[in-house]
């Protein structure tokens, strides 16, 4: 506990160091060749990442026929400027798609200098491979379309598979949340913890955080027996008498996670705590949180949070804000990224 308290103190100073070097440091408002815009996704995501840089949220015009056509327009010059277009591909996936492929296309035809969209959640990820006859790579077909649109490269945030990045012929910088997650669990202090990562996908990801919490590290067995049901066979690793914190990539209609919550406390875990990066909490989802024997789910704000879900207790939202912000002036300023990734 006093190694995670030393931590938790280094962590805030080096923080209150990193504030201060950027008051001394040239502010991005000064760069008339950064700009940074959004589309209707996650507006408070992108005002919250304008802030932490220091420029204003580009001005432009996003509205809709009567038909439900997507109309963008431009309200400023973006010619030669190195434009950061933040719009995750979230509910309903399919019309903020478009909108994201509009919005490049009036860049690329404005004559923007470059554009990184920056895709805080990446749609349609989970069909990555063809685990069926006949199916599509939907990630794919994704990734070239935003290349064809006219993304010269992509800022991800916790793709359901690290694989994907290889599905763009464009630079791709691949952010975790861990490094926000981690820090809130570190300050937390839970005792007896161990990272449990709910399916065999996953493991890479929760050995990383367990590693990063210095706790060890337990594996449910899940079995899919159709699209958005599973059913949840065993668990792998000793979970008696622990504190058990799941960590997953996307939580959607939270069958999986109030499965695995109850197969571990079934094996005797004392408590669980779940977190995800991706929130998305499709239909029966909050109600199914609200009523699980979860102790408190965790989730970034890579997507917004539906109105019922600010509603439930349980439920916090962390801000990765500050993340994709310091990830922004590193592509812009031609800097490392990898320093994140810690």
Known sequence: MDAQKSDAAKSAADGAKTAAERKRSPRLSE??????????????????ICKFVGVPLGESKLQRFADGEVYFQLLENVRGVDVFLVQPTCHPV??????LLIMMDALKRASAGRITVVMPYYGYARQD???????????????????TAGANRALLVDLHAAQIQGFFNIPVDHLFASPVLVSYFRELGLPD??????????????????????????????????MNVTEV????????????????D?????????????????????????????PVLSGPAVERIANSRLEQLVVTNTIPLREDALRVPKIKVLSIAGLLGRAIESIHMETSVSTLFN
């Open 31 to 48: 760069d008339k060749r950064f700009k940074v815009f959004c589309g209707s996704a996650n507006r408070p995501l992108s005002e919250e």
């Open 94 to 99: 399919d019309e903020h798609l478009v909108e």
């Open 129 to 147: 491979r063809k685990d069926r006859p006949r199916v599509a790579i939907t990630a794919k077909l994704v990734a070239d379309l935003l290349s």
């Open 193 to 226: 913890l161990t990272v449990v990562s709910p399916d065999a996908g996953g493991v890479e990801r929760a050995r990383f955080f367990a590693k990063k919490l210095e706790v060890p590290l337990a594996i449910v067995d899940k079995r899919r027996t159709d």
């Open 233 to 248: 066979m065993h668990v792998i690793g000793d979970v008696r008498d622990r504190t058990c914190l799941i960590l997953d």
């Open 250 to 278: 996307i939580i959607d209609t939270a069958g999986t996670l109030v499965g695995t919550v109850e197969a571990l406390l079934a094996q005797g875990a004392k408590k669980v705590y779940a977190c995800a990066s991706h």
